[in-house]
Nanobody, 125 residues
Framework: QVQLVESGGGLVQAGGSLRLSCVASGRTFSNYYMGWFRQAPGKEREFVAAITLSGGSRYFTDSVKGRFTISRDNAKNTVYLQMNSLKPEDTAVYYC??????????????????WGQGTQVTVSS
């Protein structure tokens, strides 16, 4: 089992920044591909970003490219999502997820084995 705990969400004005953190425990963190997803009210869960085991490759959905960055610190069992130039349409609950398979970087929720409880991000206009 892997336990994931997100933090760093909150209320921010459009154009602002937030940094989400997700701390993992229970298994060897560096064995897991890590991803961030988000879900807005009334919408399906959406892939945001993913990172490979050592952090050498990163993947983003088109709507956040150039604004969001994903990184990981395997020594701290933590994955981060730096969100800049936030827009109201970024408002959602953000979830981190861990997957053992390389296919996880494609961003399909079914490729992830463990999920955090989510953290709310609200961007005001």
């Amino acid at each position: 089992q892997v336990q994931l705990v997100e933090s760093g969400g909150g209320l921010v004005q459009a154009g602002g920044s937030l940094r989400l953190s997700c701390v993992a425990s229970g298994r060897t963190f560096s064995n897991y591909y890590m991803g961030w997803f988000r879900q807005a009210p009334g919408k399906e869960r959406e892939f945001v970003a993913a990172i490979t085991l050592s952090g050498g490759s990163r993947y983003f959905t088109d709507s956040v490219k150039g604004r969001f960055t994903i990184s990981r610190d395997n020594a701290k069992n933590t994955v981060y999502l730096q969100m800049n130039s936030l827009k109201p349409e970024d408002t959602a609950v953000y979830y981190c997820a861990a997957g053992l398979r390389l296919t996880a970087v494609r961003g399909r929720p079914n490729d992830y084995d463990y999920w955090g409880q989510g953290t709310q991000v609200t961007v005001s206009s």
